[in-house]
Nanobody, 121 residues
Framework: QVQLVESGGGLVQAGGSLRLSCTAS????????MGWYRQAPGQQRELVAD???????NYAGSVKGRFTISRDYDKNIVYLQMDSLKPEDTAVYYC???????????????WGQGTQVSVSS
């Protein structure tokens, strides 16, 4: 089992910045991908960005050039630096980890509890 703890988020004016972080913990797992999704009211959850070992960040087109994903591989932390925020970025942001259980040989997705990001115009 993987536990995820998110931090960051909040209310910011358009053009401002926020930083999200997510720490993964647990035993007997190997992380494959860490990333962030978001879900606005009445909309489906969508990928914002993810990052895998040896691969540069993968971004949704709507955030490319404004958001930066990074990862601390030693501490199993993923960060999302969000700059030039727009009102349309308002959503609940969820940390996602895809990990392989080294004992059960299964691959599963794990989700954080979600953190609200609100951008005012």
């Amino acid at each position: 089992q993987v536990q995820l703890v998110e931090s960051g988020g909040g209310l910011v004016q358009a053009g401002g910045s926020l930083r999200l972080s997510c720490t993964a913990s647990g035993s007997t797992f190997s992380i494959i991908t860490m990333g962030w999704y978001r879900q606005a009211p009445g909309q489906q959850r969508e990928l914002v960005a993810d990052i895998s070992s040896g691969v540069n960040g993968n971004y949704a087109g709507s955030v490319k050039g404004r958001f930066t994903i990074s990862r601390d591989y030693d501490k199993n932390i993923v960060y999302l630096q969000m700059d030039s925020l727009k009102p349309e970025d308002t959503a609940v942001y969820y940390c996602n980890v895809r990990a392989r259980d080294r004992i059960r040989f299964t691959t599963n997705d794990y989700w954080g509890q979600g953190t609200q990001v609100s951008v005012s115009s």
